[in-house]
């Protein structure tokens, strides 16, 4: 019986030492998702200023040339459509651009990750993570993260993990039971 009683009280322990190192983790976690944002909207912020430069001088080298994207079908010669549809092209990059980051910076703390995932320039996403450092932000979106990481984390383990080692043990110990005479 004290054997049984000590086996008790060291999984005790042992989940208590679990449920902190998740939190801690899920904590950890969440909370770089402000950060990540923040330096992706940093990067697309100079995406956008680089794309408006340089259909700023599509559009100039668009108005010698007499070219319009309301006259990219009416094209004379190959160098004009040529110009035109570049206009077209850089015009929708920037505006591209321009909703995702109009969008991230309008989006509330709870919508956030919603808007970023629709409207992700995922070319932008990925070199931002290429030169990703990790922060603990110091916010009130930073904590609500961090609190959400938390109980997501503790959550998957008090309704996953758990019940599937206290299956497996209840299993173990039934065959693993002395006989009953």
């Given at each position: 019986m004290r054997l049984s009683g000590l086996l008790f009280s060291v999984a005790s322990g042992l989940e208590k030492f679990i449920d902190r190192i998740l939190c801690?983790?899920?904590?950890?976690?969440?909370?770089?998702?402000?950060?990540?944002?923040?330096?992706?909207?940093?990067?697309?912020?100079?995406?956008?200023?680089?794309?408006?430069?340089?259909?700023?001088?599509?559009?100039?080298?668009?108005?010698?040339?007499?070219?319009?994207?309301?006259?990219?079908?009416?094209?004379?010669?190959?160098?004009?459509?040529?110009?035109?549809?570049?206009?077209?092209?850089?015009?929708?990059?920037?505006?591209?651009?321009?909703?995702?980051?109009?969008?991230?910076?309008?989006?509330?703390i709870f919508t956030r990750p919603f808007v970023f995932l629709k409207n992700c320039d995922w070319e932008t996403a990925r070199s931002t993570l290429n030169v990703y450092k990790p922060a603990v932000p110091t916010t009130i979106e930073g904590l609500s993260y961090a609190l959400l990481g938390m109980a997501v984390a503790l959550g998957f383990y008090y309704f996953t993990i758990r019940p599937l080692i206290i299956r497996w043990y209840t299993h173990w110990r039934l065959r693993h039971a002395p006989p009953v005479i």
């Open positions: 801690a983790c899920g904590a950890l976690v969440f909370s770089q998702a402000p950060e990540f944002m923040q330096q992706y909207l940093q990067r697309l912020g100079g995406r956008l200023d680089e794309a408006l430069r340089h259909l700023d001088e599509v559009r100039s080298v668009a108005l010698q040339s007499g070219v319009s994207i309301s006259t990219e079908g009416k094209a004379l010669d190959a160098g004009s459509a040529g110009v035109a549809q570049l206009l077209r092209l850089s015009s929708e990059r920037f505006d591209s651009l321009q909703a995702a980051e109009s969008s991230l910076r309008n989006a509330s």
